[in-house]
């Protein structure tokens, strides 16, 4: 069915598909994995506060400034770029975006594949045995330094995102969201239940809610601001290839908004599941990025039913990965369908394949291949550090200056305004998109230079 012009590439059946989606791709292991532990390691409240102004002040802005491009353009972020401004060199900016999906993939799968085997070791009830953080930590060690079972369970989580976007858009990708998401979110109020009922608990609500202003140094603002980028999934034109299988009848701007809202809350109610029970179990916040995959362990090992919660938290980590994974590898395959016309099941076949071998020495990097380090880092360190720290930072800022100096803040508006109702925020959206946006993003990129 033809209904935005796009051809045969495929549509979203429905906004709240649309909606879905694009929220399943922000929320991943970003959320459930990454805020918890830099909020535990950054001061806590004061941190979410900080994050809380760089989603909305930021992140809001790209994310309807990614969702227009699509939409005017109908295609992947190369494409989009391409059909805007012909021919120019901002054409770069696309061939990043896909550049960027490949390589954060080729890590987030091996992440993806390890949060499987916790479920398959929670079901053994391997996982909640554990009477202190160390003993888990080390069963983490040793599990992820065995090379044949990381490889076995990346290939496993890259087998599950190829069988969801090789049926394509809306029997695919919003299918598998529209009944993943809902299930994540019950599972996520269970757990919290879980949690915030455990004796003690409401300290980690303070360390949580409660916030020092003291710990908000210049430091802590770049941290958040990043993390704003990696968890909306903004900077790699994502959300323009969300964007491009979206109807003209949609509303652009509430779409954004309800997806920076529903990343937001997710992040927020994923702390409230953590913070009490780290600090109930008189555990240590700041334990770092260990502290899902190790700390917890040790925690569902002390509270009652703690065998059963370990497998639904399992469960909600992989949910997240997973709708987050099969957007990553769609901006890749939408490349290859638009760009050089390949069937969309070629353009999976050979993208995972390819992004799966190029994720084994990131999957090796904590065992066979842990002494093969460039500047300091192993190999899943140096791509993780390329694609997250430079290119989705360089890119924000790149889509922000394109869409406010170089498309234009005008014709922008247009298409926002398409599905025939007005856009109230147009004044400020642009604003933020000229000045706030490149100016925050140059000073974080600057800062994680010098
Ligand atoms: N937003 C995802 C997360 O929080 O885990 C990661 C991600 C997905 C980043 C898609 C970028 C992207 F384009």
């Known amino acids: 069915m033809k209904i935005n012009g796009n051809g045969n590439r495929g549509n979203w059946g429905s906004r709240m598909g649309f909606i879905l989606a694009a929220s399943g791709s922000a929320i991943g292991l970003g959320n459930v994995w990454k805020f918890p532990y830099i909020t535990g390691q950054n001061g806590g409240g004061a941190f979410v506060l900080v994050y809380l102004v760089c989603a909305i002040i930021i992140g809001l802005p790209i994310m309807l400034a990614e969702f227009t491009i699509g939409r005017n353009t109908f295609r992947n972020p190369v494409g989009a770029i391409n059909s805007l401004r012909p021919n ?55 599990f992820i330094s065995n090379s044949s079972e990381i490889v076995v369970y990346h290939l496993a989580f890259m087998a599950i995102c190829i069988g969801i976007v090789i049926r394509g858009i809306d029997k695919g990708i919003e299918k598998a969201c529209n009944i993943l998401m809902p299930a994540l979110l019950v ?11 455990l004796p003690g608990a409401f300290e980690g609500v303070k360390f949580y809610l409660a916030p020092d202003f003291s710990k908000i140094t210049p430091e802590v603002v770049l941290i958040a601001l990043g993390q704003a980028f990696f968890s909306l999934s903004l900077g790699m034109g994502c959300m323009i290839t969300y964007g491009s299988y979206l109807s003209p009848k949609e509303d652009l701007a509430t779409s954004a908004l309800f997806v920076v ?31 899902v995959f190790s700390v917890l362990p040790a925690v569902f090992t002390q509270i009652p039913m703690g065998g059963f919660v370990a497998i639904l938290f399992f469960i909600l980590l992989t949910i997240a990965a997973i709708t987050s994974g099969i957007s990553l590898l769609e901006v890749v395959v939408a490349y290859f369908v638009d760009e050089k016309g390949w069937s969309r099941k070629k353009a999976v076949l050979f993208s995972s394949s390819i992004i799966f071998a190029f994720g084994v020495p990131s999957g090796l990097s904590f065992g066979s291949m842990s002494d093969v380090t460039w500047f300091g880092m192993t190999f899943f360190e140096n791509v993780d550090n390329i694609a997250s720290n430079y ?10 200056i394109f869409i406010g100096w170089v498309w234009s803040p005008l014709e922008a508006k247009k298409e926002i305004e398409r599905h025939g109702g007005t856009f109230r925020f147009a004044g400020a959206w642009e604003f933020l998109i000229r000045y706030v946006s490149p100016i925050a993003v140059a000073i974080v990129f600057l800062a994680k230079i010098f």
């Open 261 to 291: 809202i529903f990343d937001t809350m997710i992040a927020l109610l994923v702390g409230m599941v953590i913070f009490p029970a780290v600090f109930a179990m008189g555990l240590e916040p700041a334990e770092g990025p260990s502290l």
């Open 391 to 400: 290119l989705l930072p360089i890119g924000g800022m790149l889509t922000a």
């Open 187 to 197: 599972m996520l109020v269970l757990l919290m239940i879980r949690s915030l009922t």
């Open 88 to 142: 120019s060199p901002w054409v770069v900016v696309g061939f990043m975006g896909v550049l960027a999906g490949f390589l954060i993939l080729s890590f987030y799968g091996v992440v993806g594949g390890w949060t499987i085997a916790y479920i398959v070791k929670s079901l053994g009830s391997n996982i909640a045995h554990f009477e202190t953080p160390e003993k888990a930590g080390e069963f983490f060690g040793t």
